[in-house]
């Protein structure tokens, strides 16, 4: 199974500061990488599918970016409303598989 | 707008089968256009994919669930169904169904979800 790595586990930022998540792969998985968003006692929301494009609705302070085994998940300007765990989810193959997950704070 | 909506016991005990329904409304199974999805999370293994299934019973499962796992279809009542057996505390945890975007190739995100039951295994 591939395996994917999120780091940090957690962070801590302030309103208005640029936030970036990684999430790496255990081989190469292209361009198939999908990012949600977790808020407590939710299920995951979908943000970007395919590394970098954005869902219908989601603020463009959001942005994906990478490929191969490296990826990198960006909030430009991070907002309260953004306080959430972001989960990176590989479709290279089956099965498909999460990372483990990046707490925000502020 | 799409909805999906899980149901089934809270609690389940050890060594016996779980089975959990989820309720399409919004969209059509039938249409072909989508695999349906469960996915679970717990606080040891994070979010987990089980499996997915299509209108005309196509199935993928985990392959380390497949042993214990059937996921079935009813297009005619817009339904589609977990079965579960052996269950075990390592299986506690939220179940989720969710909705693959596509049915073609490398077209595997799940755009809408329901919103999850938790499930404890315990006697």
């Known amino acids: ?106 | 707008q799409v909805e999906l909506r899980e149901s089934g016991p809270g609690l389940v005990e050890p060594s016996q089968t779980l089975s959990l329904i989820c309720s399409v409304s919004g969209d059509s199974i039938s249409s072909g256009n989508h695999w349906w999805s469960w996915v679970r999370q717990s606080p040891g293994t994070g979010l987990e994919w089980i499996g997915y299934i299509y209108y005309d019973g196509r199935a993928g499962y985990k392959s380390s669930l497949k042993s214990r796992l059937t996921i079935s279809v009813d297009p005619s009542r817009n339904q589609y169904s977990l079965r579960l057996t052996s269950m075990t505390a390592a299986d506690t945890g939220v179940y989720y169904c969710a909705r693959r975007f596509g049915s073609g190739v490398h077209t595997d995100w799940f755009d809408f979800w329901g919103q999850g039951v938790l499930v404890t295994v315990s006697s």
């Open chain 1, 1 to 106: 199974d591939i395996q994917m790595t999120q780091s940090p586990s957690s962070l801590s930022a302030s309103v208005g500061d640029r936030v970036t998540l990684t999430c790496q792969a255990s081989q190469d998985i292209m361009k198939y990488l999908n990012w949600y968003q977790q808020k407590p006692g939710k299920a995951p929301k979908l943000l970007i599918h395919g590394v970098y494009n954005l869902e219908a609705g989601v603020p463009s302070r959001f942005s994906g970016s990478g490929s191969g085994t490296y990826f990198t998940f960006t909030i430009t300007s991070l907002q309260p409303e953004d306080v959430a765990t972001y989960y990176c989810q590989h479709y290279r193959e089956l099965p498909l598989t999460f990372g483990g997950g990046t707490k925000v704070e502020i």
